[in-house]
C-alpha cells in the first residue's frame, strides 16, 4: 500500500487519487495535520507528501511539522519511496539539512519548468519532454540539502526538483492539481479570487499536464 500525507485541509491529493486507482495501486491518506499516525517504513511501498499553505519552518505553529520532518528521516534511511509535493518537497529539503526560505522565487499558475542533465537521466522523469508545463503556487522554496541533485529548474525558480538518495524526490510545482483546487486555492485572497478564471483557462491550455502528471506518478510506482 501507498500512503499520502496531507498537510494541509485545504491540499488535498487531487488527480494523484484517480491516477492511482487507474493503475490498481492501494492508497491510505493519513491526515498529517489532525495528527495522525504516519506509516512505519515497512508498513508502506511508497509515500507522497502533499502541499500546504504553512511555511516549512513553521513548526512553532504546527507542531505536526516536527513529526512529518522526523518522518521523511526515517522513509529516507529506509530507501522508501518518497515524493514531496511543494510544502512536501521544502519538508524533504529540511529534514535533510537544505534551507526552506520565506518569500522567495515566488510562483503562481502555469509556468514552464526544464528539466537539467541529471533530470533527463532521471527514472522520476523518464518519458517526460525536457520542458515541463507545471502549475506553481508557492512563496517559499528550498535549497537542494547536501548531497542532493538538482533535477529541474525555471527562471523564476531556479530549485524546482531534486532527488536525494536513491528514491526520495521533492518538487517545487504541483502535478496534483485540478480545476476544483485551483479554484479553491484562488479564493484564499482577494487578488488571486478576481484571476480564477484567468489561472484555470492557461492550466486547461497547457496539453501535456494532465499525461504528465499521470507520467511522474507511474514512474515514482515504478520505483517501489
Known amino acids: 500500500m501507498f500512503h499520502i500525507i496531507q498537510n494541509d485541509p485545504e491540499v488535498p491529493p487531487g488527480?494523484?487519487?484517480?491516477?492511482?486507482q487507474a493503475m490498481g495501486i492501494a492508497a491510505k491518506v493519513c491526515h498529517a495535520y489532525r495528527n495522525e499516525?504516519?506509516?512505519?517504513?515497512?508498513e508502506t511501498q511508497g509515500v507522497i507528501v502533499l502541499g500546504g499553505a504553512m511555511c516549512a519552518n513553521d513548526d512553532q505553529r504546527h507542531p505536526f511539522l516536527t513529526q512529518v520532518k522526523g518522518f521523511i528521516r526515517e522513509m529516507v534511511a529506509h530507501r522508501t519511496p518518497y515524493l514531496g509535493?511543494?510544502?512536501?518537497?521544502q519538508l524533504l529539503a529540511a529534514?535533510?539539512?537544505?534551507?526552506?526560505v520565506a518569500n522567495r522565487w515566488e510562483e503562481l499558475g502555469t509556468l514552464e519548468v526544464e528539466l537539467t542533465t541529471a533530470g533527463r537521466e532521471d527514472r522520476l522523469f523518464t518519458g517526460c519532454a525536457p520542458r515541463l508545463g507545471t502549475f506553481q503556487w508557492h512563496h517559499d522554496s528550498f535549497d537542494i540539502p547536501p548531497g542532493a541533485v538538482l533535477l529541474a529548474a525555471s527562471p523564476a525558480c531556479p530549485h524546482q526538483a531534486f532527488r536525494i538518495g536513491p528514491c526520495a524526490w521533492g518538487t517545487q510545482f504541483h502535478p496534483e492539481v485540478t480545476e476544483e483546487i485551483i479554484r479553491a486555492w484562488c479564493a484564499w485572497d482577494s487578488a488571486t479570487r478576481e484571476r480564477a478564471d484567468e489561472l484555470v483557462a492557461a492550466w486547461r491550455a497547457e496539453a501535456n499536464y494532465g499525461a504528465t502528471a499521470r507520467r511522474l506518478l507511474e514512474n515514482f510506482v515504478g520505483a517501489a
Open 85 to 89: 509535493i511543494c510544502l512536501g518537497g
Open 37 to 42: 499516525p504516519l506509516p512505519a517504513p515497512e
Open 95 to 100: 529534514a535533510m539539512g537544505g534551507k526552506v
Open 15 to 20: 488527480n494523484i487519487t484517480d491516477h492511482l
